[in-house]
């Protein structure tokens, strides 16, 4: 029998109500010693999806008034007995209501470990519960909603539609394979490949979104860079909403890289506000210049920030000559000055190009739009299936290499035994993506991310 576990279900801060969550056999039994109904009725008796007001209890004496909510098994998130306890958001009183349901017999939960349970006991597949995680940690409308997406089974319906090509397939091969005397219909050469061809195109489709995915899903590593004084700051601290950077007139203020994830539309960028690139004798403000390049040629898109009221000197010739071949978009600021740059140079080394004035806090539109186009994912369509992670995206692309390899071998005419252990490789893999099949060590690695209390 499997441990009664509990864990705080909400944040770790000050809020309205805070939700203490208890999963396990015996769930209620330990909920009835640390909470009583004002009308008296023991939780025991109460079906599921009822809740009762009442009053948290600690050594004989109430210290706040709670609600119990009643889940049996299986309709609960877990597929166990549950009960959830709101009482007041503060974090004594929360952790107070914990400490008593732990001292009636429940044991702490460990990171993940309510949906490592619904898992378990087959309430949602791996893909799925990866859907939890990612929904937790979305930070804008398309990543919320492709996660969701995952959570509701976009990715898992699909992959089980090519699970049961695959596996009919298999079956059979396998049969003719077996009982060559028999009866059996012969898989036509034609509707083999056809079965494995349509197969390796939707895994192919899947492939093609994976980076646009991940863009919308998990944001963009991005470098703001530009001269000192540009207005890369200004530029930062409007898309941020606050002050991160220090602002001054003083050229080279930012010295070192300030990291921000902040939030441009539908997007999110990882922000590095980095030192001016320039030439410097300064030996601090050279290491800054240092990581400034390095941070360009790891970066997955670059905000080149230029001052439009003054001319193009050195630091900007610099700085165009380092953007050549990169992810980037030339974001010319202060308009709201008298313009002074020549555009010329920048219209001919830039293919995106924005007009802002941070200060004022204009162009952020613009500047979404051309980020998008830059990065291929104004069409981006959130309601299309996703692979969520790079170990989502692994399984699938070894599923199709197989899949490929088992198409060329029919073209090659090789015997069907030897097709069929490479449509079961995919097959595997496959499993494994939506958990049938994944070890114990994927699994444990999977739920180890995230965070106690989901
Ligand atoms: P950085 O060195 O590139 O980070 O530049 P800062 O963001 O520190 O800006 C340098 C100076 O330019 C500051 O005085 C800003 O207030 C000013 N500045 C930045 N953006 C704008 C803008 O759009 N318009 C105007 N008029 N001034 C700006």
Redesign the pocket.
């Known amino acids: 029998m499997a441990k009664t576990i509990a864990a705080v279900a909400t944040g770790n801060s000050v809020s309205g109500i805070g939700i203490i969550r208890i999963s396990g056999d015996n769930a209620i039994e330990i909920a009835d010693k640390v909470f009583k109904a004002v009308d008296g009725t023991p939780l025991s008796s109460l079906k599921g999806y009822t809740a009762k007001f009442g009053n948290v209890y600690c050594d004989g004496e109430s210290f706040d008034n709670a609600v119990a909510l009643v889940f049996r098994n299986p309709k609960s998130y877990t597929g166990e007995d549950v009960v959830e306890l709101s009482v007041h958001g503060g974090i004594f009183i929360v952790e107070k209501t914990l400490e008593a349901v732990f001292s009636a017999g429940a044991v702490p939960a460990q990171a993940g470990e309510f949906t490592k349970r619904a898992f378990l006991n087959g309430k949602m597949d791996l893909a799925q519960a990866e859907g939890v995680a990612a929904l937790i940690s979305a930070q804008g409308q398309e990543a919320a909603k492709a996660s969701f997406n995952l959570l509701q089974g976009s990715l898992s319906n699909k992959i089980s539609q090519v699970l049961d090509e695959l596996i009919n397939c298999s079956a059979s091969m396998a049969a003719w394979v077996d009982y060559p005397d028999e009866e059996i219909p012969d898989l036509e050469e034609n509707t083999l490949k056809e079965i494995l061809e349509n197969s390796a195109a939707s895994l192919s489709e899947l492939l093609k979104n994976y980076e646009n995915g991940a863009v919308m899903t998990q944001g963009v590593d991005t470098a703001?860079v530009?001269?000192?004084?540009?207005?890369?700051?200004?530029?930062?601290?409007?898309l941020s909403g606050a002050q991160k950077?220090?602002?001054?007139?003083i050229?080279?203020?930012?010295r070192d890289i300030v990291e921000n994830s902040v939030r441009l539309g539908n997007l999110v960028l990882h922000l590095s506000?980095t030192a001016?690139i320039r030439e410097s004798d300064d030996i601090v403000e050279s290491i800054g210049i240092k990581k400034a390049i390095d941070k360009m040629n790891s970066a997955s898109l670059i905000l080149a920030?230029f001052?439009s009221?003054d001319t193009l000197n050195d630091d900007d010739r610099m700085l165009i000559e380092s953007c050549k071949g990169k992810p980037c978009v030339a974001v010319v600021?202060?308009?709201?000055?008298q313009r002074k740059i020549d555009l010329s140079q920048i219209k001919t080394y830039f293919d995106k190009i924005v007009y802002?004035?941070?200060?004022?806090n204009?162009g952020t539109q613009e500047l979404e739009q051309a980020v998008k186009e830059l990065l291929g994912v104004e069409n981006f369509d959130s309601s299309q299936p996703i692979l969520a992670n790079q170990r989502q995206k692994l399984c699938v692309s070894n599923a199709y290499n197989y899949i490929c390899q088992a198409i060329d071998g029919v073209q090659m005419g090789i015997t069907y035994d030897a097709i069929n252990v490479m449509i079961d490789s995919a097959v595997d893999e496959l499993l494994s993506l939506t958990g049938k099949k994944a070890t114990e060590e994927v699994v444990n690695n999977i739920f180890s991310r995230f965070c106690v209390g989901k």
Do not use: F, Q, W, Y
């Open positions: 703001i530009g001269r000192p004084n540009a207005g890369k700051s200004t530029l930062m601290n409007m950077s220090i602002v001054t007139h050229e080279g203020t930012t506000d001016g920030v001052d009221s600021n202060k308009t709201d000055l802002i004035s941070a200060k004022n204009e």
